[in-house]
C-alpha cells in the first residue's frame, strides 16, 4: 500500500518517529492560566478529543479560546459584582483590609464558576 503522505520519520530504537512541526499558527500561542487548566483538563479527562485536537493542530487555537472568553468573563463578573456588593475605591481608602478580603473572595467566586462552566466542560 502506498503512502501519499509527505511526513518524515526518524529512527529511534526500533521505532519510528514522525517528525512534527507545529504550523506556523500554532506556534506563536501562549497559553495563560484558563488555557493551561483546560488543555491539562482534556489530557486527562477528554482524551480523545485532546488527540484529535492535536493532531488536527487546533489544541493551542482551541485553548487560546478558551482562555480569551474566560478572560473575558473574569474581568466582566469581577466588575459587575463590586458593583452589586458595593466594594469601591472608597471602601479601599477607609478599609483596606476589608476592601483586599472582599475582592480575593469575588475573584474565588468567579474562578469556581470559570471553571466549573467554561474550563472543564466540554
Known amino acids: 500500500m502506498k503512502n501519499n503522505t509527505n511526513i518524515k ?8 518517529i514522525p517528525n512534527l512541526i507545529l504550523p506556523p499558527e500554532e506556534e506563536n500561542i501562549t497559553l495563560g ?3 493551561m487548566l483546560h488543555k491539562d483538563y482534556l489530557l486527562k479527562q477528554k482524551k480523545v478529543l485532546f488527540a484529535i485536537l492535536l493532531t ?5 487555537q482551541h485553548c ?6 474566560a478572560k473575558q468573563m473574569f ?5 459587575q459584582i463590586k458593583e452589586a456588593e458595593d466594594v469601591t475605591e472608597k471602601l479601599k481608602e477607609e478599609n483596606q483590609m476589608e476592601w483586599v478580603c472582599r ?4 475573584e474565588a467566586r468567579i474562578s469556581e464558576l470559570i471553571c466549573e462552566k467554561l474550563i472543564y466542560k466540554q
Not at 488536527?56 to 493551542?60: H, P, R, V
Request: glycine content about 6%; proline content about 0%.
Open 64 to 69: 487560546a479560546e478558551i482562555e480569551k472568553q
Open 103 to 106: 475582592i480575593q473572595n469575588i
Open 56 to 60: 488536527e493542530s487546533k489544541l493551542y
Open 9 to 16: 520519520y526518524r529512527q529511534v530504537g526500533d521505532f519510528n
Open 33 to 35: 492560566k484558563w488555557g
Open 75 to 79: 474581568d466582566t463578573l469581577v466588575e
